[in-house]
Each structure stands twice: as C-alpha cells, then as structure tokens.
C-alpha cells in the first residue's frame, strides 16, 4: 500500500510547477462546464418561480361562524413559520444561484476554464444550500401535508377543503423546490465527478 | 532522501483522513442510530379532563401521544434507520476495500450526499410539525399540544437534535472527502 502510494505521488508533485506554465493537457470537464451553467440557470429558474407562486398564494374566503354570520378569513403563508422559511431559503439560493451562474459562465469564456479552486469553493456552498433547500422543502412539505389530511390524534383539522387555492400554490411551490434540491444534488455529483476525473488522469 | 521524507508524510496525511473518515461514519452511525430509538419509542399517556358534553362535568380520559400518530415523524424514524444502516454499511466496505478502491469511495461520496438530502428534509419536517405542536398555530385553530404531552415532546426535540448532528457528520464527510480530492488535484 505504501508503495503504491511512493509510486505515484512524486511525479505529481514534480510536475505541479510545470504544469502551471503548459495547460493545454488538462482536463477541463469537456461537456459538464456547460450542463454546470445550464443546471444553474434551471436552479435560478425553478426557485424564482417557487418563491412567486408561494407569495402570491394568499386567499380570502367567507367562514360562517355562527348561522348567518359569516367574515372574511385570509389565508396567508406568513402563517406558517414552515413557509416563511421556505421563502427565505429560496430567496438565499436565488441570490447565490445568481452569483454562481455569472462566475460559471465567465469561467466558461475563458480558455483555461474553471479553476479547481473555484470549484471547490462552488462545491462546498452547493452542497450547504443542498441542506438548506431540503430542510425547507421538508419543512413546508411536512405542514402542508397535515393542511392537506388534517391529524385526528391532536385535533388539527384539514383546512384544505376550505382554501384551495391556498393549498395548490403551496403544493405547487413545494414540488417546485423539491426539483430545485434535486438540481442542486445533480450540480454537487456534477463537480464531484470533475473533480474525480481530473485526479484520475494524474 | 528529502523526497522520500515527504512521500512518508503524504502518505501519513491520507491515513489520517481514512481514519477521520472513518471515525465520523462511526459518529454518524450512533447519532442516527440513537435518533431513530428515541423517537422509535417515544410514547406518553396521560389523563385529560375532557368536555364530552357541555352540560356534563369533565371526563377524565386515558390519551396516549405516539410517534406512529404524525407522519412527519414516522419519515424521521424511517430516514434515520436508512442512514444507520447505510453508515454500517459504507463502514463494512471501506474496511474491506481498505480505502484503496476508488470507485467505492466515488459511490460512497455520492451516496452520503444523498444522506444529507434525505436526513435534512426530514428534520425540516420534524421540527415544522413540532414548532406547530409547541406553539400551535391561531390562524387555523391548531392548538399546542406540548403542554399536556411534555416528555412526548422533549423526546422529540433530543431525536431532531441526534439526527441533526448525524446529519452534519455526514456533511462534514463530504467536506473530507472532496478536500481529498482536491489535494490530489
């Protein structure tokens, strides 16, 4: 094991210095810088559409208090701390989405392409947000699902069958932000793949 | 002779990143193991005074809290029993390829990161669902629930708590391993 480890590890280290002045052999990810911009710019789109759709989700509707007696009750996703968050979380990635998209299209200009450590650095934050956006999906999936279905044990009753609306923009802005995690865990494989190939090649 | 010094020390960096590595899958194996037990087995019964009918006095009744009763928490038990047993798992593997196979170790990056998808997502319900049941919500006439039911409650928040630290163990994995990679690049 050592061995191998004596083996293959000199060279590289000789060539670190060389290769800064000759990079034409590198690799530069040939398709994925590309599918990177493109997966970022789906991001971006996906989360404005979820943080719009859950805002404007607000609902007002007549609830009969007593015979005869009814008042307009607003139904709002300022309620809901789950849904606050969820908006908050979103707009997070939006604005870093933005930040990352521009950075990876000029990387994407340039000949030398993206450098490793700005790779890295793009890693470590998507794989964060990749957190965030998931606990906020699981958040707000979790409440709207007991709007949806109510819960008999603790007396929770459904409020679904009163605000429609209400609850299709918040399921839709839910799915939405599940396809904006499940991009961001593509944008994470994505890097990590690049990054395996380029020590592959040593 | 100086080369030869510095491949001994390379090679003692990476054997200490195996064995961070592994010690943090062993971390993250207990902390989920023992989120998914505590809130397994997490169940109250206590009386409550209740008003069956309005004219009647309060009947004191036998109500029991258990995790089966929320969803949101049977998807906390279920995604910390499928991180438990896929740490026991990439721990079985690393031990057997000894580290060296690095396909293994590429599948066992991608994997953690779906981990920490999986495990995150169901923490953010959990402690939507309990912030609801702590604090109730007045705008749909959800009440509190923690107030009759306090260790029901406690025994949740401790298992969020676990499942949140194993969760950062499982980032923290990642951050090793691609850093990793990132020095041999």
């Given at each position: 094991m050592a061995s191998y480890d004596t083996t293959s590890s000199p060279p590289a280290a000789a060539e670190e210095p060389l290769k800064r002045s000759a990079p034409p052999p590198e690799y530069n990810g040939g398709f994925s810088p590309v599918v990177d911009v493109a997966l970022r710019v789906l991001l971006f789109a996906t989360t404005l559409v979820a943080i719009i759709v859950m805002v404007t989700?607000?609902?007002?509707?007549?609830?009969?208090?007593?015979?005869?007696?009814?008042?307009?009750?607003?139904?709002?996703?300022?309620?809901?701390?789950?849904?606050?968050?969820?908006?908050?979380?979103?707009?997070?990635?939006?604005?870093?989405?933005?930040?990352?998209?521009?950075?990876?299209?000029?990387?994407?200009?340039?000949?030398?392409?993206?450098?490793t450590k700005l790779q890295f650095h793009f890693l470590m934050f998507?794989?964060?947000?990749?957190?965030?956006?998931a606990a906020a999906t699981g958040a707000a999936g979790g409440v709207a699902y007991i709007g949806l279905k109510g819960n008999s044990h603790t007396g929770w009753n459904k409020i679904c069958n009163t605000y429609d609306s209400f609850c299709f923009h918040t399921a839709a802005s839910v799915l939405l932000s599940l396809i904006s995690s499940i991009t961001l865990l593509l944008l994470v494989w994505l890097s990590i793949s690049v990054l395996y190939k380029k020590t592959a090649r040593r | 002779m100086e080369t030869e010094y510095k491949n001994v020390e390379v090679v003692n960096r990476k054997s200490s990143f195996k064995c961070k590595d592994l010690v943090l899958r062993f971390l993250a194996l207990a902390l989920t193991l023992v989120a998914a037990v505590v809130l397994g087995v997490d169940k109250q019964t206590k009386t409550v005074a209740l008003t069956l009918v309005p004219s009647l006095p309060p009947v004191d009744l036998p109500v029991t809290a258990k995790t089966a009763q929320m969803s949101a928490f049977v998807y906390l038990v279920i995604a910390n029993a499928i991180a438990?047993?896929?740490?026991?798992?990439?721990?079985?593997?690393?031990?057997?390829?000894?580290?060296?196979?690095?396909?293994?170790?590429?599948?066992?990056?991608?994997?953690?990161?779906?981990?920490?998808?999986?495990?995150?997502?169901?923490?953010?319900?959990?402690?939507?669902?309990?912030?609801?049941?702590?604090?109730?919500?007045?705008?749909?006439?959800?009440?509190?629930?923690?107030?009759?039911?306090?260790?029901?409650?406690?025994?949740?928040?401790?298992?969020?708590?676990?499942?949140?630290?194993?969760s950062i163990t499982y980032l923290l994995l990642i951050v090793l391993a691609v850093l990793t990679l990132h020095k041999k690049c």
């Amino acid at each position: 094991m050592a061995s191998y480890d004596t083996t293959s590890s000199p060279p590289a280290a000789a060539e670190e210095p060389l290769k800064r002045s000759a990079p034409p052999p590198e690799y530069n990810g040939g398709f994925s810088p590309v599918v990177d911009v493109a997966l970022r710019v789906l991001l971006f789109a996906t989360t404005l559409v979820a943080i719009i759709v859950m805002v404007t989700s607000k609902q007002t509707k007549l609830i009969p208090l007593a015979p005869g007696l009814a008042i307009p009750l607003p139904a709002k996703f300022q309620h809901a701390p789950a849904f606050i968050y969820l908006v908050a979380a979103l707009s997070v990635t939006s604005l870093y989405t933005i930040v990352t998209c521009v950075l990876s299209a000029l990387a994407l200009m340039t000949p030398g392409g993206c450098s490793t450590k700005l790779q890295f650095h793009f890693l470590m934050f998507d794989a964060l947000l990749l957190g965030i956006v998931a606990a906020a999906t699981g958040a707000a999936g979790g409440v709207a699902y007991i709007g949806l279905k109510g819960n008999s044990h603790t007396g929770w009753n459904k409020i679904c069958n009163t605000y429609d609306s209400f609850c299709f923009h918040t399921a839709a802005s839910v799915l939405l932000s599940l396809i904006s995690s499940i991009t961001l865990l593509l944008l994470v494989w994505l890097s990590i793949s690049v990054l395996y190939k380029k020590t592959a090649r040593r | 002779m100086e080369t030869e010094y510095k491949n001994v020390e390379v090679v003692n960096r990476k054997s200490s990143f195996k064995c961070k590595d592994l010690v943090l899958r062993f971390l993250a194996l207990a902390l989920t193991l023992v989120a998914a037990v505590v809130l397994g087995v997490d169940k109250q019964t206590k009386t409550v005074a209740l008003t069956l009918v309005p004219s009647l006095p309060p009947v004191d009744l036998p109500v029991t809290a258990k995790t089966a009763q929320m969803s949101a928490f049977v998807y906390l038990v279920i995604a910390n029993a499928i991180a438990c047993s896929y740490a026991a798992t990439s721990l079985v593997l690393i031990l057997a390829t000894r580290g060296a196979n690095k396909l293994v170790s590429l599948i066992l990056i991608i994997l953690d990161l779906v981990m920490v998808a999986l495990l995150f997502s169901a923490i953010g319900a959990t402690g939507a669902v309990g912030i609801i049941g702590y604090q109730g919500n007045s705008h749909v006439q959800w009440d509190k629930v923690c107030n009759v039911f306090d260790k029901f409650c406690h025994q949740v928040a401790i298992a969020t708590f676990m499942s949140f630290a194993g969760s950062i163990t499982y980032l923290l994995l990642i951050v090793l391993a691609v850093l990793t990679l990132h020095k041999k690049c």
